[in-house]
């Protein structure tokens, strides 16, 4: 089982629609919890980061962390067709700089007009 | 200001030879990660170097290397190649590393495809 699992989709969803997207995790020392969004043929690029359990938001994007079930959520709002790309959530403890991201293997999104 | 660069940007290798990516950190930054992305298993960590020192490594074989230069830059070396390490290799940069918040920024990859 891996330690981070995110459902591959693909999901397809109309213009202005609300998008979820999630991811579930087995190790509870992770803290810091990313998502990160790949255009084809490009490097992720990243789009919310948080650490611990909470919500924050920026402009149409939320991103939830409840550490107590071991899920992260991004919530999309008034989602547009430039939305359409693969979304990877990514996490790591955090213990000192010395360390690395734990990603899930991502959602491709696809909005459509 | 300048990205995270990677080159080259697509190889194709034969079974049994090596290969050697480059990757030019964004300026200021001293910290250089380097990922395989496949379509099955996603992005894995492979590494991690600062100031020339590899300080983090993830579960792969002793084919595939890495170093960092004075300079910030870093290679990474796959020798021996496999069919199987056909895969987008994705250079990260960041000031001082991933823990504690900082984030890391993403070089566009360098796509190798071994024949």
């Known amino acids: 089982q891996k330690e981070v699992e995110q459902d591959p989709g693909p999901l397809s969803v109309p213009e202005g629609a609300i998008v979820s997207l999630n991811c579930t995790y087995s190790n509870s020392a992770f803290q810091y919890f990313m998502w990160y969004r790949q255009y084809s043929r490009k490097g992720p690029e990243l789009l919310m980061y948080t650490y611990s359990s909470g919500n924050k938001e920026d402009g149409r994007f939320t991103a939830q962390v409840d550490k107590s079930s071991k899920y992260i959520s991004l919530f999309i709002r008034d989602s547009q067709p430039s939305d359409s790309a693969t979304y990877l959530c990514a996490m790591e403890v955090g213990t000192g700089t010395a360390s690395k991201l734990t990603f899930g293997t991502g959602t491709r999104l696809q909005v459509t007009l | 200001k300048a990205g995270v660069t990677q080159t080259p940007r697509y190889l194709i290798k034969t079974r049994g030879q090596q290969v050697t990516l480059s990757c030019s950190p964004i300026s200021g930054h001293r910290s250089v990660s380097w990922y395989q992305q496949t379509p099955g298993q996603g992005l894995q960590f492979l590494f991690e170097y600062f100031s020339e020192t590899q300080r983090n490594k993830g579960n792969f074989p002793g084919r595939f290397s890495g170093r960092q230069f004075s300079n910030s830059r870093s290679e990474m070396n796959v020798s021996t190649l496999e069919l199987g390490d056909s895969a987008l290799y994705l250079c990260?940069?960041?000031?001082?590393?991933?823990?504690?918040?900082?984030?890391?920024?993403f070089g566009e990859g360098s796509w190798l495809t071994v024949v």
């Open positions: 990260a940069s960041s000031l001082v590393g991933t823990g504690y918040g900082n984030t890391i920024y």
